[in-house]
């Protein structure tokens, strides 16, 4: 709650604003849905989703230039998928986006580092200050993860801007569209999944309006 009361107030990298600003630029040329694959890693998620959703601009972004280096295993754009990859800092991402009052018609954020212990709460997603630009972009939030106990925080933090969350099982056979969802599939780990349909005006925070 402190976090929606307070906008996130640290300096924007310039390197993480211009690879920003070469995303925007397709987005502006673009009428149609956007879909954000954030922490993308080597981009198979992204590939895919490109490829279930012909109509929208999928858009995955990872801080990683090594992973990204790797998406050439996973290329299907020349199979005319619309879809760009882009390395930046999520948390000046985010902000930028919603600066740019973009507004997605989905949003997935898969299997990310839970930083498992409890001092760590303040470094996952939910408990980051950066947090409310992820509501305000809006769209269906999809997250996944092979730790219910992080999914079941989202769901709470969720629960506090009046958002439900759903929160399932994924079936053990379901496809991988990850390098990480592979491995814990192989490994006979339970991987669950939540989504939440955020509100498109994102009007249940003050921090961005206050900025």
């Known amino acids: 709650m402190r976090h929606l009361r307070s906008p996130f107030k640290k300096p924007i990298q310039e390197h993480n604003r211009e690879a920003f600003e070469q995303a925007a630029q397709q987005v502006a040329q673009w009428s149609g849905p956007i879909i954000l694959d954030s922490c993308c890693g080597v981009g ?4 895919w989703l490109a490829q279930e959703h012909p ?4 858009i995955g972004v990872d801080k ?13 754009s020349e199979q005319g998928q619309r879809y760009l990859l882009v390395r930046a800092d999520l948390q000046d991402f985010w902000r930028l986006a919603v600066e740019q009052h973009w507004q997605l018609e989905k949003h997935y954020i ?5 930083w498992p212990k409890a001092a760590h709460l303040s470094r996952r997603w939910h408990g980051s200050p950066v ?4 509501l305000g972009l809006g769209g269906e939030l999809v997250m996944r993860s092979n730790w219910v106990t992080y999914l079941t925080e989202v769901a709470s ?15 053990a056979k379901h496809a991988a569209i990850t390098p990480f969802e592979r491995k814990y599939q192989r490994s006979g780990q339970q991987l669950w999944q939540l989504t939440a349909n955020l509100p498109e005006d994102g009007r249940y925070f003050s921090a961005i309006e206050a900025e």
């Open 55 to 58: 109509e929208a601009l999928v």
């Open 157 to 171: 933090s969720l629960a506090l801007v009046n958002c439900a969350a759903n929160l399932q099982p994924l079936l």
């Open 64 to 76: 990683s230039a090594h992973r990204l280096q790797r998406h050439a295993n996973y290329e299907t």
């Open 131 to 134: 947090w409310p630009y992820v």
């Open 44 to 47: 198979e998620s992204t590939a």
């Open 110 to 114: 898969l299997y990310p580092n839970p």
